[in-house]
């Protein structure tokens, strides 16, 4: 199992935001996990990432607990977050960016060889390359977000959101670059309030409410259940 969530209790102060929540996510995988906005989809993938830790519980990489692990020793294992709004460098050009998405990586010359690769997939961002990321629109710098956490050459990717905010058009082109991506053999973890897409492209879904995980099962098939439909597709 490339990634196991045990159980884990997250606290933002007195206030639990996770409650006893168990999933995982093998190679080859793309889980989806879905929930309306406070559910506690953030806070998951940023305990999962070592942003914050479990009050209880544990989470295993590739067979081994994080415990004690920071962020960046977790991207060095191969755990990349595509975060919730982007949270590109807006002051920095489109090529610092990537170039900051390799940081905990040595070899300069595979670093380059890496941007250029992205600025051929997404050549907007090879067009704009000393442009600063700011300027960019929003479905440009979910490109530079997802380009730049691939820099760390991940084995996972998590991706918080990546729809949030974009036209249904560029919703559309950035979840054709997931699929590639997955195709490419990148594991992804996804978490969305975008149902419908999570759920298409997913191999197994979770549903999160509050924090705690209420319904598992294929991604297709929790498209057709009746409780999933009603509270997320709105139908």
Do not use: C
């Amino acid at each position: 199992m490339l990634l196991s969530v045990e159980d884990i209790h997250v606290f933002y102060g007195p206030v639990e935001a996770i409650h006893g929540v168990s999933f995982e996510v093998d190679e080859g995988e793309l889980i989806s996990i879905v929930g309306n906005n406070g559910a506690g989809k953030t806070t998951l993938l940023n305990t999962i990432s070592g942003a914050m830790s479990p009050s209880m519980g544990d989470i295993k990489w590739q067979g081994k607990s994080t415990k004690g692990m920071g962020a960046a020793q977790l991207v060095r294992s191969g755990i990349a977050q595509v975060p919730e709004g982007r949270m590109v460098f807006a002051d920095s050009t489109v090529y610092d960016n990537l170039l900051a998405g390799a940081y905990v990586r040595k070899d300069k010359e595979g670093i380059k060889k890496d941007i250029n690769t992205y600025f051929e997939r997404f050549p907007i961002l090879g067009e704009r390359r000393n442009q600063k990321a700011g300027l960019l629109s929003g479905g440009q710098q979910q490109m530079l977000a997802i380009a730049r956490a691939l820099m760390a050459r991940p084995k996972l990717l998590m991706m918080d959101e990546p729809s949030l905010g974009l036209a249904p058009v560029i919703v559309s082109e950035v979840y054709n670059i997931i699929e590639q991506i997955r195709k490419e053999g990148t594991v992804i973890l996804l978490v969305e309030q975008n149902a419908t897409r999570a759920l298409s492209v997913a191999d197994r879904a979770y549903i999160l409410v509050t924090g705690e995980i209420t319904m598992t099962g294929p991604g297709k098939e929790l498209m057709h259940n009746d409780s999933v439909r009603q509270a997320y597709l709105g139908v």
